[in-house]
């Protein structure tokens, strides 16, 4: 069996225990975890994972992945908090202020990693510093009293689900179908599975490499307007954490540390995972401290089930 087969069945099995652990929480708190409101809940608590867990699903198809997402959502919040709050520009404008932001900390990792070469891993952690350093300077303690124009836009409902559920829907949705009908996107596959080859085949790797990062940026400062907007305030410690949540949901979601596979639905039900585990767990009382061992135990065990079927792939491409 190839290793595309078994990534495969990663997600099917992925959803299978989802289902499980629904049920299972159904039985064991039937009022508390089995209704719409607490549903609706875990949709909107997910809902900005999986717009930025999309913009990491196509990095890691591409073979890489970025740190500082965490950093760009409470960066694009702030900017666009800072602006109104403190110099009364108009929403549309602060919102685009912050996007424009989110473009340049995303266009900056992309060109020093495919231009200088420079490891994913160090310019993300480094970017992650100095973002969440520029965050800090915009919000402070935190920024409130928005207009009514931009509360709105991340507190309104329709059918009685919150608007960043549906800016969820709609990003996975749009960007589901690029992955998978256009050429630009379907490009990024051939860079994760063999770099040289896609270079050899005209693809200009290091163009789309920055491309990859400005993406994955735009939609993490997305999110950041979004939680900010939700929130009804901007925050300096919003996103904290958010990068390995997110890169656990796109792994357990079907893709590869080694690049060359992965799907958009993945990244979406990964995240759903994550959700209802976190959930699971505040249902049960379980203290924040151990919710963080679960979370670093749950990416192990990721990782390492990544690890392993690469290496088993290997075997048997070598057997054959």
């Known amino acids: 069996m190839n290793l595309t087969k078994h990534l495969q069945d990663r997600v099917l099995t992925l959803g299978f225990t989802t289902l499980l652990l629904c049920v299972l929480m159904t039985i064991v708190f039937p009022t508390q975890f089995a209704t719409v409101d607490n549903f609706s809940q875990i949709l909107l608590n997910l809902s900005i994972d999986t717009i930025v867990a999309v913009g990491m699903m196509i990095l890691m198809i591409a073979g890489m992945f970025d740190l500082s997402v965490g950093s760009t959502v409470a960066f694009s919040g702030g900017m666009a908090g800072y602006l109104m709050y403190y110099h009364q520009t108009p929403v549309f404008l602060a919102i685009l202020a912050g996007l424009l932001g989110s473009l340049v900390i995303g266009f900056v990792n992309g060109w ?16 992650m510093g100095i973002v969440r350093g520029f965050a800090l300077m915009l919000s402070g303690a935190g920024i409130q009293n928005f207009p009514y124009e931009f509360i709105y836009i991340g507190q309104s409902r329709l ?9 969820m829907i709609g990003t996975v949705l749009v960007m589901a179908w690029l992955v998978n009908k256009t050429v630009f996107f379907r490009r990024y596959y051939f860079i994760g ?21 400005v ?18 305030a901007a925050l300096s410690t919003s996103g904290r ?11 357990l979601g079907g893709a590869s540390l080694s690049g060359g596979y992965g799907k958009i639905g993945g990244a979406f039900l990964g995240a759903l995972f994550m959700a209802i585990v976190n959930n699971a767990l505040i249902i049960g009382r379980i ?21 392993w079927l690469i290496r088993r792939s290997q075997r048997v491409k070598l057997k054959s």
């Open 215 to 232: 993406i994955s940026a735009l939609l993490a400062g997305i999110a950041g307007i979004l939680l900010s907007s939700r929130l009804g």
């Open 287 to 307: 203290s924040g401290y151990w919710q963080e061992v679960i979370l670093g135990s749950i990416l192990i065990t990721a990782v390492g089930l990544d690890q």
């Open 193 to 213: 599975g063999n770099e040289k080859a896609a270079r050899l085949s005209g693809i200009e790797v290091e163009k789309m490499k920055i491309w990859a990062f």
């Open 112 to 127: 020093f990693i495919a231009k200088g070469g420079i490891n994913p891993m160090i310019q993300t952690l480094a970017m």
């Open 159 to 167: 059918l009685k689900l919150q608007a960043p559920v549906w800016y």
């Open 241 to 251: 954490g958010l990068e390995l949540r997110v890169i656990t949901a796109v792994i």
